[in-house]
């Protein structure tokens, strides 16, 4: 029999085209990695990562990042499975740390000091602490600034009682601030830039830090996560610590119209001309720092994790949680900092 060669070869390509498209449609298509990131409106140079994409340029993995108005929020969503990773404040995590979270700090994201603070409305009366007896107080509950009120009433002497205290959001606390519903707030920026326009500092949380109870904004991550994608952790704080140089190194000078500034202020909503003192009253800990003792360094001895148990001693006695974890190290990871090279 004799065959057309031309239609032969025909049957071949359309045998090879069938082979072909079957192979594609049995073999799994590789999905891009990706992660969701919760932050906060802190005035950091991580912002300025963001803004530029300079994550998704050192991972090479998707980012969608939520922002969140309080750290109870991030928390909720973290524990939620709603994000792989957050940026949350000291109490916060304590509070997700003492109800048994699948979490772990990874990286301390700034000393707070003087950049969360308690202000008082001009016209209020209140020139002393014990003026705040009888006022209305707002503040973000379960936060940095939440922890330190009720902290500060303690040392003034005072209780919950002696005060109203109204869970307010940071915007919340703006608005009812130039409607004069209250009396004072303890807030950060840009809220609290804001505020500080019409008010007075009574105290900041550098001299409540002072008094034995330090805070911090930290970023956790999902313990499961983090395990499952650690080089994507080494580089995605590498990216962190390389914006916080860069901000250190050039903040004698710093300015309004730099970059990180720019950046701080689009993401943050805040005043651009307000970023270079606000950030000037956090303190943002290089890598030797973070490995240190006065951070995520020696396990059960080191600064984060005994802010982590006194802050959860803290909330458990105004029964804002039901209960102490045994051991607070468990939820502090170094090890993703410690492979940091810059």
Not at 1 to 17: D, E, F, P, Q, Y
Not at 135 to 164: I, R, Y
Not at 183 to 197: E, H, N, T, V, Y
Not at 317 to 329: A, C, F, T, V
């Amino acid at each position: 029999m004799k065959h057309n060669r031309a239609s032969i070869g025909i049957k071949n390509v359309a045998l090879v085209s069938a082979i072909s498209g079957a192979l594609l449609l049995s073999t799994p298509v590789m999905a891009a990695k990706e992660v969701t990131v919760g932050y906060q409106g802190m005035f950091n140079p991580m912002k300025y990562a963001i803004d530029q994409k300079h994550f998704e340029e050192a991972t090479g993995y998707t980012i969608k990042w939520r922002k969140f108005d309080s750290g109870a929020k991030a928390i909720t969503a973290m524990a939620a499975g709603a994000v792989d990773m957050t940026v949350a404040g000291s109490s916060p995590i304590a509070s997700a740390a003492s109800n048994g979270i699948d979490m772990e700090l990874v990286w301390v994201m700034e000393n707070i000091a003087d950049a969360e603070a308690l202000v008082v409305r001009n016209g209020s009366g209140i020139t002393s602490p014990a003026d705040l007896k009888g006022k209305t107080l707002g503040v973000p509950f379960v936060s940095t600034t939440h922890f330190h009120m009720l902290f500060a009433l303690e040392q003034f002497g005072l209780t919950e009682k002696d005060v109203k205290l109204i869970n307010m959001q940071p915007g919340a606390i703006v608005a009812a601030w130039q409607r004069g519903d209250i009396d004072g707030a303890f807030i950060w920026d840009p809220a609290l830039g804001s505020i500080k326009q019409e008010g007075q500092v009574l105290i900041t949380s550098k001299q409540l830090s002072a008094w034995g109870k330090p805070t911090f904004d930290g970023l956790i991550a999902s313990k499961s996560f983090a395990s499952k994608n650690s080089d994507f952790m080494t580089d995605f704080l590498t990216v962190i610590a390389k914006a916080d140089e860069e901000y250190r190194v050039n903040q004698e000078g710093f300015s309004a119209d730099h970059p990180i500034a720019v950046s701080v202020a689009k993401l943050t909503g805040g005043e651009v001309s307000t970023v270079p003192e606000a950030m000037s009253l956090y303190e943002f800990p290089d890598v030797s720092t973070q490995l240190s003792c006065q951070w995520l360094g020696c396990q059960a001895e080191g600064g984060a994790v005994k802010a982590l148990e006194a802050t959860s001693k803290f909330l458990l006695q105004e029964k804002k949680i039901s209960g102490l974890q045994p051991d607070y190290s468990v939820f502090v990871n170094p090890s993703y900092a410690a492979k940091i090279a810059l």
